[in-house]
RNA sequence: GGCCCGUUGGUCAAGGGGUUAAGACGCCUCUCUUUCACGGAGGAAUCACGAGUUCGAUUCUCGUACGGGCUACCA
């Protein structure tokens, strides 16, 4: 494949706050079809809201990006031949073809004040017409260069009057576009608005910019969720006017995720509300402070996370739920990416993390799992000890931090026995027992599970009692609760020593 | 209100004119394990409704209902 029709995606996110996973979906499915097809991922940051620009969002977005292994081909950071990639950085690029379709009679320039429009809106306001449009039927009506005389316009923008320029959409036109994943979608320009596409700062509007900037970089798929597909018509117009209707880009408006409850899209509230993350990653909001929790910090594993993202809305057909990244990039295809939008289960999100711990090899999840017992204290130097104790607990637990209560007694003596269970059934034998038990155990010889299992049934059957009415009373000696895996590797791992010691302190507790 | 997009168990979903309508999550039962999990075996539970087309519609068409999105000098 030649440069020039080298495939070419991009995510184009604002940097207002934190990334959720609707964002980051969007920033999978453009990943994985870039790949897939060789072609190139383009980073665009979209910050031409300056009061809702939110400071650190940018690097943020980029942390997230790279926590999930989705790194940009171009993009602010890694440069490219098509920046500056951030659009406060192209404002200037964007004036030009405002003018340009101002010159072609495509767009107008308005002079309507905010009390002007909201004036508007309230008096063509009708029971039939809730949310009056600044469009085809009402331009006649503003203060714009559609009515104000010519010369009156040029000495308006000479003196500076604040302005915007916004498209002029026409009348009863039929506007078409084939979407990748809805097939054909036509709108009627009669109900399509006149959007503003330089504001009065200068700034182009998303609509404006998205054109202008897929356009200059050469973008042949755009992937965005499907609340922009009542604007698409727009977008369209404007390829058409700006005489680039044959490199528009192909378009694939992907469904939203909805709140797992009641309706709508999915929102950080929700997450607040029901108790689960929306946020890729923790996000403090450098006004309030506040902190969102991500699903990174919650425990979440990359891995599982990116493979929960692609099957919200996508499937291969089969019934494979487990795809690593490469296996997503081969199958990815955007055909077969739901219409509907799906509602998310943060259940399932966690059945998905722990089916990945399962999956991965204690060795591999060595670094996460250090990293949990540094935050409660616990540093491990011993990696192959700390691969077994992993390989021991992982299929236990379903987000990191359990890794924590699932091996802490391994590294330390429970502080607390939780007798309840076994003291009503605790006899003066059963003390004997264990007090023999710490006897032979202390012999020197190999130690190992199997061992300690070996002695302690050994011994049982001489004392006649039960084995298994000695393994509870062994387990909370061992770990404090009646938790953890099989009691005897317990032992094997902390040593006979560590056993003895716990074990009597046991008997004493009893 | 208008425009646009949707609709298979509680949730994610496969399927697509004739099927016992996959699978997964969750839930329940049993089993393994004298811990907690994991694993294994089962179970309950679904084609929104109405017309039409057809020998036959969950599948095609049209309506309706319902849900969602948009309707900003926000993206």
């Given at each position: ?44 940051i979209e910050d031409t809201d300056q009061n809702r620009y939110v400071p650190g969002a940018e690097e943020y977005i980029m942390a997230c990006l790279d926590w999930c292994g989705m790194h940009p ?8 031949p098509y920046g500056p990639y951030r659009q406060s950085e192209r404002k200037e690029i964007y004036r030009q073809y405002a003018e340009q379709l101002v010159q072609a009679g495509h767009a107008y ?402």
């Amino acid at each position: 494949m030649s440069d020039s029709n080298k495939i070419r995606v991009r995510f184009a996110p604002s940097p207002t706050g934190g990334l959720h996973i609707g964002g980051m979906r969007t920033v999978l499915f453009n990943y994985l079809f870039a790949r897939q097809h060789n072609g190139i991922f383009v980073l665009r940051i979209e910050d031409t809201d300056q009061n809702r620009y939110v400071p650190g969002a940018e690097e943020y977005i980029m942390a997230c990006l790279d926590w999930c292994g989705m790194h940009p081909d171009e993009g602010p950071h890694t440069g490219g031949p098509y920046g500056p990639y951030r659009q406060s950085e192209r404002k200037e690029i964007y004036r030009q073809y405002a003018e340009q379709l101002v010159q072609a009679g495509h767009a107008y320039y308005a002079f309507d004040s905010t009390e002007d429009l909201e004036a508007m809106r309230i008096r063509f306001k009708t029971a039939q017409n809730p949310a009056p449009q600044y469009d085809h039927s009402l331009r006649m009506k503003m203060r714009n260069s559609l009515t104000l005389a010519p010369t009156e316009v040029k000495q308006l923008i000479e003196s500076g009057a604040s302005h915007v320029i916004r498209i002029r959409v026409p009348e009863n036109e039929l506007v078409g576009l084939q979407d990748m994943i809805r097939g054909g979608v036509n709108f009627n320009t009669s109900q399509v608005d006149d959007k503003v596409l330089l504001k009065a700062d200068g700034m182009p509007t998303y609509h404006l910019a998205v054109v202008v900037d897929d356009y200059l970089m050469k973008i042949t798929h755009a992937f965005r969720g499907e609340e922009w597909l009542p604007s698409a018509p727009v977008h369209v117009l404007l390829w058409k006017y700006l005489g680039w209707e044959d490199d528009m880009p192909q378009w694939a408006h992907l469904p939203l995720i909805m709140k797992p409850d009641g309706n709508g899209k999915l929102s950080k509230r929700d997450g607040d509300r029901l108790g689960f993350p929306v946020y890729a990653m923790d996000w403090k909001d450098p006004k309030t402070g506040d902190l969102t929790r991500g699903f990174r910090e919650l425990g979440f594993l990359a891995q599982a996370f990116i493979n929960m993202l692609a099957m919200l809305g996508w499937n291969d057909g089969s019934s494979q739920e487990l795809f690593t990244m490469q296996e997503l990039i081969r199958k990815f295809s955007i055909e077969r990416v739901h219409k509907g939008g799906a509602k998310f289960d943060y259940e399932k999100a966690k059945w998905f993390n722990h089916e990945w711990i399962k999956r991965l090899s204690p060795e591999m999840l060595k670094p996460d799992v250090k990293k949990i017992l540094e935050i409660k204290g616990i540093k491990v130097d011993d990696d192959a000890l700390l691969e077994r104790i992993i390989a021991l607990v992982k299929d236990r637990c379903v987000l990191l931090p359990e890794f924590y209560d699932q091996t802490k007694f391994f590294f330390e003596a429970p502080k607390q026995l939780v007798t309840e269970p076994i003291r009503s059934k605790w006899s003066l034998e059963k003390a004997a027992f264990f007090v023999d038990y710490c006897l032979l155990i202390q012999t020197p010889g190999p130690w190992d599970a199997a061992v300690a299992e070996s002695i302690f049934k050994n011994l049982a059957a001489e004392k006649h009692i039960k084995p298994g009415e000695l393994q509870l009373p062994l387990r909370i000696m061992l770990v404090g609760d009646k938790y953890g895996p099989p009691v005897f590797d317990i032992a094997s791992v902390i040593g006979r020593e560590e056993t003895v010691k716990r074990i009597q302190y046991g008997i004493q507790a009893l």
